[in-house]
């Protein structure tokens, strides 16, 4: 993933992008195409923290009324 527009990424972005590799290699490891089909769906904690930081990376860290 690059940056687009000449912008750089905060820690954020930089963050949710490491998150992706590792849910890529992941989902490569276990030949999935979507964290959906793995049978640690539900209580897998590297896809809660994928979702937290796309949470993070578009409220760049503010808190609201958004529940995981």
Known sequence: MQATNSKELDKFELYLVD?????????????LESCSKCEF????????????AVYNSMSKGDTGGFEF
């Open 41 to 52: 769906y539900l209580s897998c904690e590297l896809r809660t923290d994928y979702v937290k």
């Open 19 to 31: 998150m992706i590799v590792k849910l890529q290699d992941c989902q490569s490891a276990k030949s």
